[in-house]
Structures are given as structure tokens and as C-alpha cells.
């Protein structure tokens, strides 16, 4: 059995909550990420009963205050600091100092099987241009939070195609046309002189996608629905895409491309994906570099996020969401001349991977055995 041990602490008293859970789970995939949450994949036997997660409420007065942000431990990143651990084998994630409501920590290695503990604190305050707030903290049960989580998420509006307000008025959201920007302007996160420009180590954001090729999931869920909306908007769907009549025995693929000659990594292979603009959203970025590295069309509402990875590479740190997506439209090839493949799970680590991405194996090879919720 491997403890969790959960202390927290509002209006000055300390609670701590001890959790076992079974040695198998050691195996399972598991993440913390910026937030301090450890997701767990469903891999789990049925007397299993997930640990409560914790979260916090913005205090009044800020942004959303009063609401449930979501997961503690969350927050800005002052400068100078930076985020470690971002894979699911990375050791020892900290998030050192960086004004966030909670601090979460974990002791060793999630994805493998030596963390044995993991510890979060909470309540210990919500830091904001140098004041300190008090934030409530609670915790709650997974299938709570998930819920609720759902509820804000469609309460919420999103950037929308033309094309997929119709596709969701036909019962099914299909990959389309470029998103609309809603707020041009407001992200700068890139820097372009990552392969070995001089001026210390700057941030770099990367957006990745997961592609799969999931015969089982487009059976059960796109199917013949997806083909209709596909020929109302005028668009071809790829062979691999909500083909609808795969095999359930086809096992489920990953493409990887490889970095071409010139640029840094040549030859490793990576998640395809690249850049954010100036103005961009990561969501924005990915499906635009969608259609120019692999020439397909990606709609938002099919990318769901993954994991993170976060590396120290010798002049910048790398700072990559990625994402889970199973649907689009075309036939993805290597538009700019890279090799692409597709890798099975037990393939996946024969692929000489970028140094950021081999930590991100066990979420991605998780995500293909167990797959992930949403779209
Ligand atoms: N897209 C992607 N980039 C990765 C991964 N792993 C990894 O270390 N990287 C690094 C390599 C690069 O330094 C950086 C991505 O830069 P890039 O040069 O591919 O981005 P880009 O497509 O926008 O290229 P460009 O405009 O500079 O031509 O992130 C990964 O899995 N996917």
C-alpha cells in the first residue's frame, strides 16, 4: 500500500489526512503538475476509493472571487522563478516561492514506482502584488469536483467557428475552420531565438498535441454523425479520423514527428505541435500549427489538455501544455518535410525522444491504455 499524507491548514488548524492506496497504483500514471494535483488514471480495481482533492476559493474581491477556482497550489510565477517537474517522472516537483494559495509537493517519482508519499499544504494564503489573502480551502471528492468543473466549463463561453455552432446544432462538434480570436493582444509568451541565441535562460512556450488514432473511441463516438456534419461543411474527413468502421482490434496510435535538419533536436522526435504567437492562445497556436506542420484542421472543442512538460534545455526553459486530440480533419503529413509515424504504445519509447519529452511518456502511453475524459 503506498500512503498520501494531506495536511492543510485554515484559520490556523492543521488538518491531516492519510490516504493508502493499493501497491498496483504505484504502476499507474500519475502527474503533478503546477497545481499540485496528482491525476489518476482509471486503471484502478473496483474497491478503489480515489483521494479527495483540495480546492481553493479566490478570495473576495479578486477575480472570481469567492468561486472555486479549482485545484489549489495554483498561481503567477514571479519572475525569476520557474516551474520543475513538469512530466510524470520527473523527480522532486517544487514550485519554490512563486505566490501561489498552496504550495504542492511531491516526494519522488509519481510515474515510477518509487514515490511512496506525497504531501500538499493548503491555506496558506493567496499572495497578490505583495499582500497575503486568506483563502478557504476545502476538500472534496473527485467526482464532485469534476462535476463542478464541468458545470463552470459550460457556463463559460469559448471561442467559436461558424462551422462548429453548426456541427453542435447537427449533434456533434467536427474539426472546421480557424478559430475566431476573441482577445488579439493579449498573450506573449514566444521567443524565437531558442536554438542558441545569447541573454540567459528565457521562458519558452510550446504548445504539443497527443494525436491519436483511437479506433475504439471514434466508434464509439463519432461515427456516422461526424461524417454528416463533415459533408454539410464541405469538408473530407481523413481515413483515420471518425471513420467509424475501424476495427475495435486496430490497437490505438500516436504520431510523433521528427525534428528536421537545421532546426535544434534534429533528428529526435517529438509531439507534433510548436510556438505561440504573439497573441495567441495555446489553443490557437496548436491548431495552426496543426494545419501548417501536418496540414489537417482541428477544432478546439477536440483538444483536451494532457500534461505539461517543463525542461531546462542549455539556453531557454521550455514550457509545453499538451494536448489530447482524436478527431480532425485530413490526413496529417509531414507538410514541412519532416518524417512522421505513427507509434503504437508499445512502440512509443523505441523513438528517440527530445530530452522534455521522455518525462512525458507514462501520461501519454496512460492516455492511449485508459484513455482520457471529454471529447
Ligand atoms: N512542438 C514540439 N516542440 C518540442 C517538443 N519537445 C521539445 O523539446 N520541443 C522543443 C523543440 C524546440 O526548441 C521547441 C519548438 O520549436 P519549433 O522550432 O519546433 O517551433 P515552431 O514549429 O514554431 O518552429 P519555427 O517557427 O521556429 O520554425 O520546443 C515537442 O514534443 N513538440
Redesign the pocket.
Known amino acids: 500500500m503506498l500512503p498520501l499524507t494531506i495536511s492543510s491548514s485554515v484559520g490556523g488548524v492543521q488538518v491531516v489526512r492519510r490516504f493508502s492506496f493499493p501497491s498496483a497504483f504505484s504502476k499507474a500514471p500519475c502527474s503533478l503538475g503546477i497545481s499540485g494535483f496528482c491525476s489518476f488514471v482509471p486503471s484502478t480495481p473496483p474497491h478503489f476509493r480515489p483521494p479527495n482533492v483540495v480546492v481553493a476559493a479566490a478570495p473576495a474581491g479578486e477575480s472570481h472571487g469567492g468561486a472555486v477556482t479549482g485545484l489549489s497550489g495554483s498561481g503567477g510565477l514571479a519572475p525569476g522563478h520557474s516551474v520543475s517537474g513538469g512530466g510524470s517522472r520527473s523527480a522532486a516537483n517544487s514550485i519554490p516561492s512563486a505566490g501561489a494559495a498552496a504550495t504542492g509537493s511531491s516526494s519522488g517519482n509519481c510515474g515510477s514506482s518509487n514515490s511512496e508519499v506525497g504531501t500538499i499544504r493548503a491555506g496558506t494564503g493567496y499572495s497578490t502584488r505583495g499582500q497575503v489573502r486568506a483563502t478557504a480551502v476545502r476538500t472534496v471528492d473527485p467526482v464532485v469536483a469534476a462535476a463542478s468543473a464541468k458545470r463552470t466549463l459550460s457556463a463559460t463561453p469559448r471561442s467559436a467557428t461558424a462551422a462548429s455552432v453548426s456541427a453542435s446544432a447537427a449533434g456533434v462538434t467536427a474539426a472546421t475552420t480557424t478559430p475566431v480570436v476573441t482577445n488579439p493582444g493579449t498573450y506573449s509568451s514566444v521567443d ?1 531565438m ?2 542558441g541565441g545569447s541573454g540567459g535562460v528565457r521562458l ?1 512556450v ?1 504548445v ?1 498535441v497527443v494525436l491519436l488514432d483511437d479506433p475504439e473511441w471514434t466508434q464509439a463516438t463519432a461515427g456516422a454523425g461526424a461524417e454528416a456534419v463533415a459533408a454539410a461543411s464541405g469538408t473530407e474527413l481523413g481515413p483515420i479520423s471518425c471513420s467509424g468502421g475501424a476495427s475495435v482490434a486496430k490497437p490505438v496510435r500516436v504520431l510523433l514527428a521528427q ?1 528536421p535538419e537545421g ?3 534534429a533528428g529526435l522526435w ?6 505561440v504567437d504573439p497573441g495567441e492562445t495555446p489553443e490557437e497556436a496548436l491548431i495552426r ?1 496543426l494545419r501548417e ?1 501536418l496540414g489537417i484542421t482541428v477544432d478546439l472543442a477536440d483538444l483536451m489538455p494532457l500534461t505539461f ?1 517543463s ?1 531546462t ?1 542549455p539556453t531557454f526553459h ?1 514550457l ?1 501544455p499538451l494536448y489530447v486530440c482524436r478527431r480532425w480533419l485530413g490526413e496529417p503529413v509531414g507538410a514541412e518535410g519532416q518524417a512522421v509515424a505513427w507509434a503504437t504504445p508499445e512502440e512509443v519509447s523505441t523513438y528517440n525522444l ?4 521522455i518525462p512525458l511518456v507514462p501520461a501519454v502511453l496512460a492516455a492511449m491504455r485508459y484513455g482520457t475524459p471529454g471529447p
Open positions: 524565437s531558442d536554438d519558452l510550446v504539443g525534428r532546426k535544434s533536436n517529438e509531439f507534433p505541435g510548436g510556438k500549427e506542420e512538460a525542461h534545455y521550455l509545453m527530445t530530452p522534455a519529452d
